[in-house]
Nanobody
Framework: QVQLVESGGGLVQAGGSLRLSCAASGRIFGGYAMGWFRQAPGKEREFVAAIRWSGGSTYYTDSVKGRFTISRDNAKNSVHLQMSSLKPEDTAVYYC????????????????WGQGTQVTVSS
């Protein structure tokens, strides 16, 4: 089991930037995917981005392409989400998650989750 702790959320104006971090502990294998999901008030949790632990391949949901960048630091066992050109609709609780296989956008395939960090974008 992988333990995950997010940090870096906060309040930012539209057009601004934030960088989320996720510290991972436990055994992480090369084929794992580390991902970010988000849940806005009254909405279902949705996939945002994911990265393969070995190799660094990435994929994103369409609404954040070109604005968000996911990265990982294998030496520090951490994953980051750099968010730029933020919009009010990006307001949500952001969750870090780990999956034993790469390629899924479904939360059902991610077995480890952090507690979430709030991101609020004001207009």
């Amino acid at each position: 089991q992988v333990q995950l702790v997010e940090s870096g959320g906060g309040l930012v104006q539209a057009g601004g930037s934030l960088r989320l971090s996720c510290a991972a502990s436990g055994r992480i294998f090369g084929g794992y995917a580390m991902g970010w999901f988000r849940q806005a008030p009254g909405k279902e949790r949705e996939f945002v981005a994911a990265i393969r632990w070995s190799g660094g391949s990435t994929y994103y949901t369409d609404s954040v392409k070109g604005r968000f960048t996911i990265s990982r630091d294998n030496a520090k066992n951490s994953v980051h989400l750099q968010m730029s050109s933020l919009k009010p609709e990006d307001t949500a609780v952001y969750y870090c998650a780990a999956a034993i296989a790469y390629g899924s956008r479904s939360e059902r395939d991610f077995g480890s989750w952090g507690q979430g960090t709030q991101v609020t974008v004001s207009s």
